[in-house]
């Protein structure tokens, strides 16, 4: 009897405004184990205080229901790392199969728990493999590069977009080479504008591996920069392509003001020539 009218004042709250008291009882409807607290849950998912989104997760993903897992899948691109683990957590419970494709995705987060819960959602969800390859550490771009698996393209192409340490963008660079095919170049050309040099060298010189033409404008852009490093990948790079309309440009390199890069130059017009 306590239970039922506790329930009924619960239930009463949730029918007022938006507020701290409609998220307590959404919260505390949930520790009941009501099903009719996963509507109310699921709007303060939208609620603008991440603690407040991930308590909201967690009470969801207790409870086990269906009707969260679109809601989920938002939150894999949620603004608060802890958010977005809990939301890998609580797919890998509702076991959906359908949400295999998003996880692996999350696989090139840059938050390493987010990386070690996705794992462990996909192994929940009958696909184990990635278990050898992510394992929460900044050599997963490398391991994924090794595993040859071609769901790792997504991965680590979103590693190379936005992890914020270059070793991993440069790692990640390094690892698309492996695969090949337009979403690694597609890839590899917009890292030739990464704010770090060094990443730009590894796409570069992934480019050149690749013998994509589509890379052959955005690399006789790089002969003109000013870090020797990045003229001196390009160079090569263009060599490897093989394209004849990189001629006049790598010619001129043979003047550049680094003799490395002078030499990657002649070495290129052997093979253009």
Not at 77 to 83: I, L, N, T
Not at 132 to 154: F, H, I, M, Y
């Amino acid at each position: 009897m306590f239970k039922e009218v506790k329930t009924w004042f619960l239930l009463r709250k949730l029918r007022a405004p938006y507020g701290p008291e409609y998220v307590s009882a959404a919260l505390t409807l949930a520790g009941l184990h009501d099903k009719r607290a996963v509507e109310p849950l699921l709007e303060v998912l939208k609620d603008e205080h991440e603690h407040t989104r991930e308590a909201a997760a967690t009470a969801l993903c207790d409870l086990g229901d269906s009707r969260a897992v679109q809601p989920f899948i938002k939150l894999l691109e949620d603004k608060d790392s802890k958010v977005r683990a809990m939301a890998c957590r609580a797919l890998g419970k509702l076991g959906d199969r359908q949400v295999t494709h998003q996880l692996v995705v999350t696989l090139g987060d840059a938050d390493p728990d987010e990386r070690k819960a996705a794992v462990k959602a996909l192994s929940r969800l009958g696909d184990a493999d990635w278990q050898q390859w992510v394992q929460g550490t900044d050599e997963d771009c490398v391991r994924l590069g090794k595993s040859r698996n071609p769901r790792a393209v997504e991965p680590l192409t979103r590693a190379l977009k936005s992890d914020p340490k270059s070793g991993v963008r440069v790692a990640a660079a390094e690892a698309l080479v492996a695969f090949g095919g337009y979403p690694a170049v597609a890839a590899l050309l917009k890292a030739l504008n990464d704010e770090h040099s060094m990443v730009r060298r590894a796409a570069a010189r992934g480019l050149g591996k690749l013998r994509d033409k589509r890379a052959v404008e955005p690399l006789l852009k790089l002969l003109v920069q000013l870090d020797n490093d990045l003229r001196l990948a390009a160079a090569e790079a263009l060599g490897e392509l093989g394209d004849k309309s990189a001629v006049p440009a790598v010619t001129k390199a043979l003047k550049d003001k680094d003799p490395d890069v002078q030499r990657a130059a002649a070495a290129a017009l052997q093979k253009l020539k």
